[in-house]
């Protein structure tokens, strides 16, 4: 039987907005919710993110995404930049707040210039994606870049996909590999998976299917549906593993439960 597959998938994911409520409480919460009320009654922005946070989650007060987002909008107001990516988000899923790309990108940039991370991230996708804004991969990459120098896996993921493919800049391999590496090792599985392809093709790295394998099993490992596929593929072919019909089938049947087509055609054929 002909097990040679050739057709390897990668992860080019759809940007993803990473959520950036984070919770802070810090010193205000000492004093329990009335001590955070007061505080954020008084004018404190911390204070008045954290009550926003605390409306959100339900915990010690009545959970509201309407309460939530006034208190953000409060410290968004004055600079808290915690809050503006807080009040960005509420803004981008209409929770609290009548839904708005526009109002979303608006706050998530005030955050953004201040260096918040998440912010950073995000506002990264809504230029990629156009939402809110007008399209632009060099604005995206900028933003994605700031982001991943500051360690989020997200950004460093998206990065290295734009560096991969030339868009918004100048398109290395090398800087992709870099980023995806970066990303990989903080357990991104887009990222291992698509450094597996990397070395699976020779791309800028010496070719080897051990390492392919490598990053393959790790995103698999991780619920990546690709993955899976490709270290069916692997075992299938015995390419970096040993050769095994019944692990190609277990890890098929993996990603096939995910809905991913090749993959249920693959262990249908195994099957037959």
């Known amino acids: 039987m002909d097990h040679k597959q050739t057709c390897i998938p990668k992860a080019d994911r759809a940007p993803q907005h990473q959520k950036a409520v984070e919770v802070s409480l810090g010193a205000a919460s000492d004093a329990g919710v009335a001590g955070v009320m007061h505080l954020a009654v008084q004018g404190d922005d911390a204070a008045q993110c954290n009550l926003g946070i605390m409306h959100l989650e339900g915990r010690g007060v009545v959970r509201s995404d309407e309460e939530a987002a006034q208190w953000f909008r409060k410290a968004a107001e004055q600079g808290h930049a915690e809050a503006q990516c807080n009040l960005a988000v509420l803004f981008l899923d209409g929770c609290g707040v009548v ?9 998530f940039r005030k955050a953004a210039d201040q260096g918040h991370v998440n912010a950073q991230f ?10 809110g804004v007008v399209k632009s991969d060099t604005e995206a990459v900028r933003w994605y870049k700031k982001a991943a120098n ?6 460093q993921f998206d ?5 991969e493919n030339g868009r918004g800049v100048t398109q290395s391999y090398t800087e992709a590999i870099h980023w995806y590496s970066k990303a990989a090792e903080q357990g991104e599985a887009d990222a291992q998976c698509n450094l597996g392809v990397m070395h699976l093709e020779g791309r800028c790295v010496a070719q080897s ?29 015995g390419r970096g593993v040993a050769q095994s019909d019944a692990m190609a089938a277990r890890w098929f049947r993996k990603a096939a439960d995910q809905g991913h087509t090749k993959a249920d055609l693959l262990s249908a054929g195994l099957e037959a």
């Open 209 to 237: 299917d051990a390492m392919a394998a490598r990053w393959f099993q790790k995103a698999a490992d991780r619920g990546h549906a690709d993955a899976q596929c490709n270290l069916g593929i692997m075992h299938l072919e």
């Open 99 to 107: 839904k708005s790309d526009t109002e979303a990108v608006r706050w």
């Open 159 to 163: 990065l290295g996909r734009m560096l």
């Open 150 to 155: 500051q360690g989020d896996s997200g950004a």
């Open 122 to 131: 995000n506002l990264g996708n809504m230029l990629e994606r156009g939402h």
